[in-house]
């Protein structure tokens, strides 16, 4: 258990590392977004591979479920083969981000900290978006993109150990309670771990073969051999071996 998981880990990271992508191709907004989460989702995947192999379960989760919404937008950008379409979608992301920036700019000037945004500037290129569809929501757009396993596994997990945290906590304090035990200030969950490194590596593969198009990176059939060769991925297919 974790060993196997982190071997096909180290193995992804390091490929990925050895291997830079070339430069932007066609230069769109849809090829700018992905090319942008390439890097981000890589640290994040090393994150959650350190995380794991400590044993903090809990917490590489919720960076697993943040890694899954981060490539699956940018997928969602980029995955359209009409120019018009990728534009679109990108409007609807920025009105999404832009909306999000002045609520928390609000927030924090009403709380009464400092806020150096310039609010002219967010309400004119607000403006020039009013007639931009909103964006779906997360389970909206990963089942568009026939990702609903990931959202069930790893989306809806993750979202339970950010929310739920404090229910967690209570149970391990009645368990401690029952087993007359000290209750633990550190205790690793290696099953977990091993849970979420797995999905993880599923995700961050999904997310390498979509960006294959447009990194044009060349990694996606090696990543795959990797899983195929991995014991703790049996039932992954092995690729069909290239000429």
């Known amino acids: 258990m974790l060993t196997d998981e982190l071997a096909a880990a180290d193995a992804i990271i390091d490929l990925v590392r050895n291997n830079l992508p070339?430069?932007?191709?066609?230069?769109?907004t849809g090829e700018a977004i992905m090319y942008g989460t390439y890097p981000r989702a890589l640290r994040r995947f090393i994150h959650i591979r350190d995380l794991a192999r400590e044993g903090a379960g809990d917490e590489a989760?919720?960076?697993?479920?943040?890694l899954l919404s981060m490539v699956a937008r940018a997928i969602w950008i980029d995955v359209p083969p009409d120019a018009g379409e990728r534009r679109t979608r990108f409007e609807r992301w920025k009105k999404r981000?832009?909306?999000d920036e002045l609520k928390e700019a609000h927030g924090l000037e009403a709380a009464g900290f400092p806020v150096e945004i310039d609010y002219d500037d967010y309400e004119?290129?607000?403006?020039?978006?009013?007639?931009?569809a909103a964006m779906p929501?997360?389970?909206?757009?990963l089942a568009s993109l026939k990702l609903v396993p990931y959202y069930e596994?790893?989306?809806r997990a993750g979202s339970k150990h950010m929310h739920f945290t404090l229910h967690h906590a209570m149970d391990e304090l009645l368990a401690a309670a029952a087993a007359s035990e000290d209750l633990p200030l550190e205790r690793p969950d290696p099953e977990l771990s091993s849970e979420?490194?797995?999905?993880a590596i599923l995700t961050y593969a999904m997310f390498l073969e979509a960006a294959e198009g447009t990194v044009k990176h060349g990694l996606t059939h090696r990543v795959a051999q990797i899983l195929a060769d991995s014991p703790a991925f049996p039932d992954f297919p092995r690729p069909i071996q290239r000429a």
């Open 22 to 28: 070339p430069g932007l191709g066609r230069g769109d």
């Open 61 to 66: 989760m919720i960076l697993a479920r943040s």
């Open 97 to 99: 981000e832009l909306e």
């Open 124 to 132: 004119a290129t607000l403006a020039k978006l009013e007639g931009v």
């Open 137 to 141: 929501n997360d389970r909206d757009l």
């Open 153 to 155: 596994r790893i989306y």
């Open 196 to 199: 979420v490194v797995t999905v």
